[in-house]
């Protein structure tokens, strides 16, 4: 697979949002939104720091 020079580390597929919602407590807006301020990981890591605080 062929990495597409115009995207970027934060941002998310509907696909890689909608995953990262059902694994955590967010909603893939939510995930799409964390992934453009912390990055792909960040996403990830904020999302269960957010399912833990709420």
Do not use: C, Y
Not at 19 to 33: F, G, H, Y
């Amino acid at each position: 697979m062929t990495k597409n020079p115009a995207r970027k580390d934060g941002d998310l597929s509907e696909k890689e949002a909608i995953k990262l919602a059902e694994t955590t407590d967010v909603s893939p807006r939510q995930a799409k939104e964390l992934a453009a301020e912390h990055g792909k990981e960040g996403a990830s890591k904020e999302a269960k720091n957010f399912k833990a605080e709420g």
